[in-house]
């Protein structure tokens, strides 16, 4: 059967598999960056990131030696910044560890800021032809319909038992196409809605399809409860100037730069925020900008954005003074962004 099984995979990804950039290479670097921007992150919209990133850091070594700012910037649109600081440090890592050659055994690659089981794996595997299995969610749903599972994907148990039953099925012989062609197939078949079980090259031999229980595989537990905020932003004007803030650590976006801000604990008029506190006695309100709900992992921001014009920008602590031309050279949420892009310009 296993045999079987990866005889059948490999000729449905030689026939139907995507012409990515990343499958063309065995260059650890460049399957490590394309990994890591494709966690949480559609291929087409990747593709392009993967592409900038390589015209920006050709190299692991230019990669490590770019300041933080000038990495987050290149980042800004894909959301989940830890990824983007986490690449970085990484990047130094091996520079400083490891002379600037990308690590060639899996517990040095694991050992890198930000890199866990899979994309360790995933690395090994495609640059290395290690054979190691790749469990992504693509995997988890494969092989939680051929073979029926019920235990939670999200549990502890759920992982534990998936990662042994891929390291059983893999394929020694051919283990990066064996993990490409895995993870493709539930990406463009075995997919989470209407997946195509009428022309599955497995459909004799899946047990969910039997049992008629695909729709309810992979089991997963339930969702972290999503806590509401309510984000209150002062774009301050005065002759030409603006204020901007940056982040720090303990927080989401680290390392960004947004508006001086105001977190209140629910949904709060304008003439209640405590401005005076902030040291903004005398402004002109232009206008009141409300953006859509904007959602993170567990968070759901509701965000308002007002435009004061002030006599002179008041000083507020941890905050820097610039142009408001200069504002597309700063590394700012998703969120800044798209207000950025509705105000005029």
């Not at 693509?138 to 599972?149: A, G, K, Q």
């Not at 895995?182 to 079980?197: I, K, N, V």
């Amino acid at each position: 059967m296993k045999s079987e099984f990866s005889k059948r995979l490999r000729a449905w990804y030689e026939e139907h598999k995507r012409d990515l950039r990343w499958r063309h290479t065995c260059d650890p670097y460049h399957i490590w960056l394309s990994e890591t921007i494709l966690q949480q992150t559609r291929v087409q919209q990747g593709a392009a990131y993967y592409d900038r990133f390589l015209e920006a850091f050709p190299s692991i070594r230019t990669l490590a030696e770019a300041p933080e700012d000038e990495v987050l910037k290149l980042w800004q649109g894909l959301g989940y910044y830890s990824r983007a600081r986490n690449l970085h440090a990484a990047a130094r890592r091996v520079v400083e560890e490891f002379q600037g050659v990308f690590p060639r055994h899996y517990e040095q690659v694991r050992s890198l800021p930000g890199v866990g089981e899979y994309t360790a794996a995933a690395v090994c595997s495609f640059a290395y032809g290690d054979p190691r299995a790749v469990v992504d969610g693509n995997v988890y749903r494969v092989y939680s319909r051929l073979f029926d599972i019920d235990l939670p994907i999200d549990s502890a148990a759920g992982q534990k038992a998936f990662r042994a039953l891929a390291e059983e099925w893999l394929d020694s012989s051919y283990p990066a196409d064996f993990n490409q062609a895995l993870m493709e197939f539930g990406a463009l078949h075995c997919t989470p809605q209407s997946p195509r079980c009428g022309e599955c090259p497995f459909a004799d031999r899946c047990l969910a399809l039997a049992a008629g229980t695909v729709a309810e595989r992979p089991v997963k537990r339930g969702r972290t409860k999503v806590r509401d905020r309510y984000l209150n932003y002062l774009h301050l004007g005065a002759a030409g100037q603006t204020l901007l803030r940056r982040r720090g650590a303990g927080d989401i976006w680290q390392g960004l730069y947004e508006f001086p801000m105001i977190e209140t604990a629910e949904p709060t008029p304008f003439e209640r925020l405590p401005l005076a506190e902030l040291g903004i006695p005398r402004f002109h309100l232009v206008r009141t900008v409300e953006m859509p709900p904007h959602q993170l992992s567990h968070q759901r921001l509701h965000a308002r954005f007002y435009r004061l014009e002030v006599d002179a920008l008041p000083s507020i602590p941890d905050t820097l003074s610039i142009r408001e031309e200069e504002l597309d050279r700063y590394a700012v949420p998703r969120l800044i962004d798209r207000y950025l892009a509705k105000i005029p310009q």
